[in-house]
């Protein structure tokens, strides 16, 4: 027995007397790093083969709900337009909503969206018209961040002489010619509208509408639409947007008629004229969209000033761009719309500007026919 703080004696027998031998241990940090990259693989082949199914199912879901309330919707419309309105299909969701049962309230909102109202109704319908145009649009899916101009005329400026003079900041909302200006995206051929320190507010008005439009779709490439026969089908884009034209083609027609038989002078002044036609309901914020264009105006009229004695065959507006859908939907003057080719478009346009007027004369600004009237 060794002493007190004298040395260990003991023989060395082979065992082990520590308990703090050194164990081979794996590096914390190289820990993380297989940990990290093990997450991540996991994670990649979940995202490749687990959430595109799941998604795919949910979407699945989501279209045979939206084609059931559709449905739904339907025969509620028929039941209301025979016994609450007259034999008028409802201009409007709201306007239908407003008065319908409470059990029908749920039918404005498409199991896709979290909107109030995201199904929009087409104004101007009468149950007649069901055997009349049994292909006539009724009602479409949409969202309502996908209208990009949709609170233009609520939209206020800075009044510079009126706040300077009255001492306080005076605003106002904009004219027919700054909308025109804003819409067909041509601010600098209008008067500018300077705010405290100058800068044209017309462009902040633009780019306004512009970021608080998110051009979030229901389902991408399409819509579910209703048309007045009962049908209820999901239609792409360049389909939909053929729709979206003859329904056009009646405001225009209606605007013509108004104007000593001459069509507008190009979409940004229909757009425009609607928003003062208590009539246009809600079709004034969506008409002059192109599905799938990211432009707030996605149609051009004919350079040729049309007019309602033109010959029916007359092209009277088409999609601003090819590139939308690999060729052009054209409108023709009696309502008709076809799709056709680049080449095709072009030759079709040669001919009309060689039947018409001079196609191609650059229209003057409202400015401009303000200043050239005596």
Known sequence: MSGSGGADNRPDMGLVT??????????????????????????????????PADWKK??????????????ELYRALLQYSADYNGRRFPPEMDNFLHFAPLEWRRLGVCPASNRRFSIQLIPGWTLDDVEKNPSGLLAYDYNEDELRYKDLASITVIDAKATKKEGRVVERTL?????WAVLSNRIEDVPPVPDTHGRNQLYDVRHRLWYEATMHRNFPGGHYVLLLDGTVKWTPDVEFCRMRMRIFHRELVKQAKAAGGVFPKDVATAVVEMFFDKDSWWLKNSLGICPGDDEFIGF???????????PPDTVLMYTRTPVTYGGRNVLFLDGAVKFMSEGEFRDLMRKNAASGPAAGEEEPSPAEEEGGKE
């Open 58 to 71: 949910h979407d699945e879901l989501k279209r045979k709900q939206t084609e059931a309330l559709m449905h």
């Open 175 to 179: 004219t027919r010619e700054e909308m």
């Open 18 to 51: 520590s308990t703090h031998q050194s164990r081979p241990r794996i590096c914390p940090v190289e820990f993380s790093f297989v940990t990290a990259v093990f997450l991540a693989v996991a994670g990649a082949l979940a995202v490749l083969f687990w959430y």
């Open 300 to 310: 051009e009229m004919n350079p040729a000033r049309v007019s309602l004695d033109d």
